[in-house]
């Protein structure tokens, strides 16, 4: 059951102060709070409600007492269908923004400001027009800045936005025929005095460029402002609703609703949703089986409004705090301030670390990771280039080691592919086999097979190959090439090729027979 408190009677009562003092705790110890907002935060400002006695729906039926049977009328989308409603829906409109560009944010706009720099405010959902609640920093839902920019249709960023306007923005003004959206300025509120609507710039500049190229022109919008009237689908409607099931599944711990009589359909049901989320805060049952007990400022759903709700909220609002807005949330910051003072506490001066005056530098810690540390690897010992055992010059000790890329595939190979140091163990033994197998052979009958005989000159006259000794003076000498390492560089293996033997062809003249 709803318990109605009234703003104006703190001093007198004490059950009522009491009452409030607890709605002021729970503001403060609260983690997660949603805030409902309607036209009502704003009177203050100087902007009119809808629905009071002196509200924006009899000024309209004042004003144009020929044109409208209700104000409610001249916030309906059925009245583009007419030329004249159509006229005086821009007139009004245009005086409109004209007060509310004069305007300046409440104590209320504040205070959900103050809510959400304490990392309290889950969300901010309002249903003005005004924009106000972007002068005091928070971010709303028809901002260029909330949402992507492509060629496809615009999204909203989730995580940007801090106030969902429920009925758009007047500050923005829309194309009818290609939803193109762009700032209000003041060449669009002259011509909505006028009581006319401007040509929208986007589908003027997409005709005149098929026209250039002979080809036929498109049809033309106009532009409206970006609200959202009655029976009406909200431009954004499905971006609202996935932020709305985020929210809701956040688990929000309180509500406060402020400034709304409670009247459309939409946003009853939004409350109810979250009213039933903060109600069932810190229910249910422990690990262990055994119920929770529900503390004192959990679960609260707190309507601050001049005039009471309906019968049908009886089972969902808890507390009607009747009085302006500005009084109470002036009230609960007062409260706050006694009652958790540490919340308030903010370091007016840097720390002084030493006689310079700079800032104490801290070194980051390192990250840790599972399992054993890895060795530490010296880069001058791994990944060396193997030395060149052909070399006759010494290594230069001054000289520092080049690092080798780690990767197998880049590493420097050695300087003989078929060297048998260097080689597989296995590699190793076939050529000692080889070697073993050669030295078996006999060489009188086989010895051709070492001649060089590629750079023998061929007798003219049908010279043969004669085998013998080499005598210097009479035939060109040329040592056969070997596969075996100097002794220097062979390494004590006993699989080590021995050295073959070497071989020399004489050439020489076969005397002719006279």
């Known amino acids: 059951m709803t318990i109605s408190l009234q703003l104006d009677a703190v001093s007198g009562e004490?059950?009522?102060?009491?009452?409030?003092?607890?709605?002021?705790?729970?503001?403060?110890?609260?983690?997660?709070?949603?805030?409902?907002?309607?036209?009502?935060?704003?009177?203050?400002?100087?902007?009119?409600?809808?629905?009071?006695?002196?509200g924006?729906?009899?000024?309209?039926?004042?004003?144009?007492?020929?044109?409208?049977?209700?104000?409610?009328?001249?916030?309906?989308?059925?009245?583009?269908?007419?030329?004249?409603?159509?006229?005086?829906?821009?007139?009004?409109?245009?005086?409109?923004?004209?007060?509310?560009?004069?305007?300046?944010?409440?104590?209320?706009?504040?205070?959900?400001?103050?809510?959400?720099?304490?990392?309290?405010?889950?969300?901010?959902?309002?249903?003005?027009?005004?924009?106000?609640?972007?002068r005091v920093g928070l971010r709303g839902s028809s901002s260029q800045q909330a949402k992507t920019n492509g060629k496809k249709k615009s999204k909203l960023k989730v995580?940007?936005?801090?106030?969902?306007?429920?009925?758009?923005?007047?500050?923005?003004?829309?194309?009818?025929?290609?939803?193109?959206?762009?700032?209000?300025?003041?060449?669009?509120?002259?011509?909505?005095?006028?009581?006319?609507?401007?040509?929208?710039?986007?589908c003027t500049s997409r005709s005149e460029a098929r026209v250039a190229r002979s080809a036929r022109a498109l049809k033309i919008g106009t532009l409206r402002p970006a609200i959202v009237l009655y029976d009406e689908p909200h431009p954004l409607g499905d971006d609202i609703g996935t932020i709305q099931t985020m929210d809701i599944a956040r688990k929000p711990d309180m509500l406060i609703i402020m400034g709304t009589s409670l009247k459309v359909h939409g946003l009853k049901k939004l409350v109810k949703d979250f009213a039933k989320v903060v109600h069932a805060t810190g229910t249910g049952t422990?690990?262990?089986?055994?119920?929770?007990?529900?503390?004192?400022?959990?679960?609260k759903v707190v309507f601050v409004n001049k005039t009471p709700p309906g019968s049908e909220w009886s089972d969902i609002i808890d507390y009607h705090v009747a009085g302006e807005t500005d009084a109470w949330v002036d009230k609960v910051l007062e409260d706050w301030?006694?009652?958790?003072?540490?919340?308030?506490?903010?370091?007016?001066?840097?720390?002084?670390?030493?006689?310079?005056?700079?800032?104490?530098?801290?070194?980051?810690?390192?990250t840790k990771t599972k399992g054993k540390a890895a060795p530490k690897r010296n880069p001058n010992v791994e990944n060396m280039p193997p030395e060149n055992p052909f070399s006759s010059q010494p290594a230069s000790p001054s000289k520092k080691p080049v690092s080798v890329p780690s990767s197998p595939s880049k590493r420097r190979q050695s300087a003989s592919h078929y060297s048998d140091v260097e080689s597989s163990p296995r590699k190793r033994r076939d050529i000692a086999k080889i070697a073993d197998s050669m030295d078996r052979l006999d060489m009188s009958e086989k010895c051709i097979l070492f001649a060089d005989a590629t750079n023998a000159t061929k007798n003219a006259g049908g010279g043969d190959l004669v085998m013998g000794?080499?005598?210097?003076?009479?035939?060109k000498v040329r040592r056969a090439a070997t596969s075996v390492?100097?002794?220097?560089?062979?390494?004590?293996?006993?699989?080590?090729?021995?050295?073959?033997?070497?071989?020399?062809?004489?050439?020489?003249?076969?005397?002719?027979?006279?």
């Open 14 to 54: 004490s059950s009522t102060r009491r009452a409030l003092s607890d709605i002021s705790l729970a503001v403060a110890k609260s983690k997660k709070i949603v805030v409902v907002t309607g036209a009502g935060i704003s009177c203050s400002c100087g902007i009119p409600d809808f629905r009071s006695s002196d």
């Open 159 to 202: 995580k940007e936005v801090r106030n969902v306007q429920l009925h758009g923005d007047i500050h923005r003004v829309r194309c009818t025929f290609c939803s193109a959206e762009m700032p209000c300025t003041e060449e669009h509120l002259y011509a909505f005095e006028n009581g006319k609507a401007p040509n929208c710039p986007e």
């Open 469 to 475: 000794e080499l005598q210097p003076s009479k035939a």
């Open 337 to 366: 301030k006694k009652m958790r003072p540490s919340d308030w506490e903010i370091q007016q001066t840097l720390d002084h670390t030493d006689e310079s005056g700079g800032f104490k530098v801290v070194k980051e810690p390192a």
């Open 485 to 514: 390492v100097s002794k220097e560089c062979k390494p004590p293996s006993r699989n080590v090729a021995k050295p073959r033997a070497e071989m020399w062809v004489e050439i020489a003249k076969k005397p002719s027979i006279s």
């Open 286 to 299: 422990t690990p262990n089986g055994t119920p929770k007990v529900q503390k004192s400022w959990q679960g």
């Open 56 to 134: 924006l729906y009899s000024l309209v039926k004042q004003r144009y007492p020929d044109i409208v049977l209700k104000g409610r009328d001249l916030f309906d989308a059925s009245l583009f269908r007419d030329s004249a409603s159509t006229s005086v829906f821009y007139t009004f409109i245009s005086q409109l923004k004209r007060s509310i560009d004069a305007a300046t944010p409440a104590p209320t706009h504040r205070f959900i400001q103050t809510l959400d720099a304490k990392h309290k405010l889950v969300r901010s959902y309002t249903q003005n027009i005004d924009g106000l609640e972007e």
